[in-house]
């Protein structure tokens, strides 16, 4: 089995939101009465809208980076301040800013394997 890659690359730090959701089941009975229960051993996943802002050298990089992992692929991202999480990007979005300069917009997902 091969070691998972690390996506290396400095993230803009303007724009950058984590989310952080409970994947739980609900039962709702009677009376307004709801019952609630872990689905998983780790109930919550965490996604981050992130960016990068940069030459299309460096933009093309990255993408290659997302393209190589074909939206299957995990890999390792260390966010901000937090340890080192694994995840994976299903899409990313590339904008042409002007000149040589692009911006590329991703979600990352984490992801248990």
């Not at 009975?29 to 460096?58: H, I, N, V």
Request: no cysteine; proline share 5%; hydrophobic share 40%.
């Amino acid at each position: 089995m091969m070691a998972k890659k690390m996506f290396t690359w400095p993230v803009d730090l303007a724009g950058a939101e984590a989310t952080h959701a409970f994947d739980v089941r609900s039962v709702q009975l009677g009376d307004g009465y709801e019952q609630r229960q872990k689905k998983f051993l780790r109930p919550k996943r965490q996604t981050w809208d992130l960016q990068k802002t940069g030459k299309k050298a460096l933009i093309d990089e990255i993408s290659a980076f997302f393209d190589a992992s074909g939206g299957v692929e995990s890999f390792w991202w260390q966010p901000p301040g937090k340890p080192r999480v694994l995840v994976k990007v299903a899409e990313y979005r590339e904008t042409p800013k002007g000149g040589d300069v692009y911006q590329l917009s991703w979600k990352f997902e984490e992801v248990y394997a």
